[in-house]
T-cell receptor, first 113, second 113 residues
Framework: EPEVTQTPSHQVTQMGQEVILRCVPI?????FYWYRQILGQKVEFLVS????????KSEIFDDQFSVERPDGSNFTLKIRSTKLEDSAMYFC???????????FGPGTRLTVT | GQQVMQIPQYQHVQEGEDFTTYCNSS?????IQWYKQRPGGHPVFLIQ?????EVKKQKRLTFQFGEAKKNSSLHITATQTTDVGTYFC?????????????FGTGTQLKVEL
């Protein structure tokens, strides 16, 4: 069964450093998303991406965040200058059509020290 | 903005007991989705309800969508240890370019033998 993959599984970085989280969505899916989950809390929407542009973003997704689909398979989330409060699990998701269910990747645990 | 609340926050049951989680949205939903997240895992899609008053069953799980499309419930009959995890409802905000999911606060289910 096709699945969303994410790398790395765990990333440790120092405050102020840039990180890039990578995702490979399911191949025939057209809509891509990033969510984050702080330990023990609910899943929070960050951004949705369709047709090579951001279609929706939350108030969390400020100027330090950016997304890109650099080629036909990868979907990346860049955090430019990490803060301690960026420590969380980051999930990538994709869906075939906008009203279909979303498939989540296994997540990248980001730890900012 | 849209808020989606769930109760209870935690539920401990003995194996074989029933379990119900309730989901309430501050706004009317076009549809509602349910996800299960195992400890240390990622959200996994369970079901989507679209119609007012809709009821769907998956083996021991029964999902309901309220008449006003602002609330939903998930009922598990005769819980098993495999049901352990956090159950999230999610209300989509349909935008022009995608499906932004607002996750509920989640109900963590623990099942004891």
């Amino acid at each position: 069964e096709p699945e969303v993959t994410q790398t790395p599984s765990h990333q440790v970085t120092q405050m102020g450093q840039e990180v890039i989280l990578r995702c490979v969505p399911i191949s025939n899916h057209l809509y891509f998303y990033w969510y984050r989950q702080i330990l023990g809390q609910k899943v929070e929407f960050l951004v949705s991406f369709y047709n090579n542009e951001i279609s929706e973003k939350s108030e969390i997704f400020d100027d330090q965040f950016s997304v890109e689909r650099p080629d036909g398979s990868n979907f990346t989330l860049k955090i430019r200058s990490t803060k301690l409060e960026d420590s969380a699990m980051y999930f990538c998701a994709s869906s075939e059509l906008w009203y279909y269910e979303q498939y989540f990747g296994p997540g990248t645990r980001l730890t900012v020290t | 903005g849209q808020q989606v609340m769930q109760i209870p926050q935690y539920q401990h049951v003995q194996e074989g007991e029933d379990f119900t989680t309730y989901c309430n949205s501050s706004t009317t939903l076009s549809n509602i989705q349910w996800y299960k997240q195992r400890p240390g895992g990622h959200p996994v899609f369970l079901i989507q309800l679209v119609k007012s008053g809709e009821v769907k069953k998956q083996k021991r799980l029964t999902f309901q969508f309220g008449e006003a499309k602002k609330n939903s419930s998930l009922h598990i009959t005769a819980t098993q240890t495999t049901d352990v995890g956090t159950y999230f409802c999610a209300g989509p905000i349909i935008t022009g370019g995608g499906n932004k999911l607002t996750f509920g606060t989640g109900t963590q289910l623990k099942v004891e033998l």
